[in-house]
């Protein structure tokens, strides 16, 4: 296995990776468009991370948002997917350390992320990796766009 942060342009794989894995996290959200990839790719707030097989599939993807608020420089991490068929070779504790080394050698003071209860195995490893459950209220609100 391998984790990389996706540099290059957006390839037919990177496409056809999020085409297959975005539903295996959400149902009610359509899967990125290659304009939306490029727009993650080129952003400079954010790394798209990709986990490779030995043979070069790609077999889970990550996103690291960091930001800089007036308190700190901070990072969030978002869809964490780990293909099905892969599930615990702990491929999702690679990603998710991989985002962490990099909030760190961005310089960020936290790391924060959400995930719903249901999801049992992402929740323990996260506490496997050393997060913190917070005891906060997260408030959504959805713009019509």
């Known amino acids: ?44 707030s954010t790394d798209q991370f990709v986990a490779f097989d030995d043979n070069g599939a790609i077999v889970g993807v990550s996103t690291l948002a960091v930001f800089r608020i007036p308190t700190a420089m901070r990072a969030w991490i978002e869809d964490v997917i780990v293909d099905e068929s892969v599930n615990g070779r702990g491929i999702g504790t690679a990603l998710t350390r991989a985002m962490l080394d990099r909030a760190s050698e961005l310089g960020c003071k936290t790391v924060d992320l959400t995930s719903r209860p249901s999801r049992e195995a992402a929740n323990h490893l996260y506490r496997k990796v050393g997060f913190d459950l917070r005891h906060t209220n997260v408030y959504r609100y959805t713009l019509d766009v």
Do not use: H, Y
Request: proline share 14%; glycine share 2%.
């Open 1 to 44: 296995m391998k984790i990389e942060i996706w540099e290059g342009p957006v390839t037919d794989a990177l496409v056809d990776s999020f085409v297959r894995l975005t539903p295996q996290l959400s149902q009610s959200n359509p899967p990125p468009s290659r304009e939306q990839l490029e727009a993650i790719v080129r952003s400079p």
